[in-house]
């Protein structure tokens, strides 16, 4: 029901911003959360931020609060993530995610999931 596909991601130095995109082919009306994680090799892949179908309520990781931003133009059926104040701890492969149930940062609430864009920030 849901493809989601990244784009955005790229190299940038520490201090510098990026902005995800995710653009969802959807063949229902039915409404959905949608979600940004990440993954770096050998860990569990860790929510990031995520926004209701609405846009009126919003979550985000104790570790990108005040620096990251998530918005959606349902319109466009994109999702966005504006990353700024980057650091190298940031790196990781960064996956967009949505749900027709649930919503948060648990990523056994996302049913669907794009494929990632790698964001790598160096010192």
């Known amino acids: 029901q849901v493809q989601l596909v990244e784009s955005g991601g790229g190299s940038v130095q520490a201090g510098g911003s990026l902005r995800l995109s995710c653009v969802a082919s959807?063949?229902?009306?039915?409404?959905?959360?949608m979600g940004w994680f990440r993954q770096t090799p050998g860990k569990e892949r860790e929510g990031v931020a995520a926004?209701?179908?609405?846009?009126?309520?919003?979550y985000y990781a104790d570790a990108v609060k005040g620096r990251f931003t998530i918005s959606r133009d349902n319109a466009k059926n994109t999702l966005y993530l504006q990353m700024n104040s980057l650091n190298p701890e940031d790196t990781a492969m960064y996956f967009c995610?949505?749900?027709?149930?649930?919503?948060?940062?648990?990523?056994?609430?996302?049913?669907?999931w794009g494929q990632g864009t790698q964001v790598t920030v160096s010192s």
């Open positions: 995610a949505a749900d027709f149930n649930r919503c948060g940062l648990g990523r056994w609430n996302y049913d669907y």
């Open positions: 959807v063949s229902t009306y039915r409404s959905y959360c």
């Open positions: 926004i209701s179908f609405g846009s009126s309520v919003t």
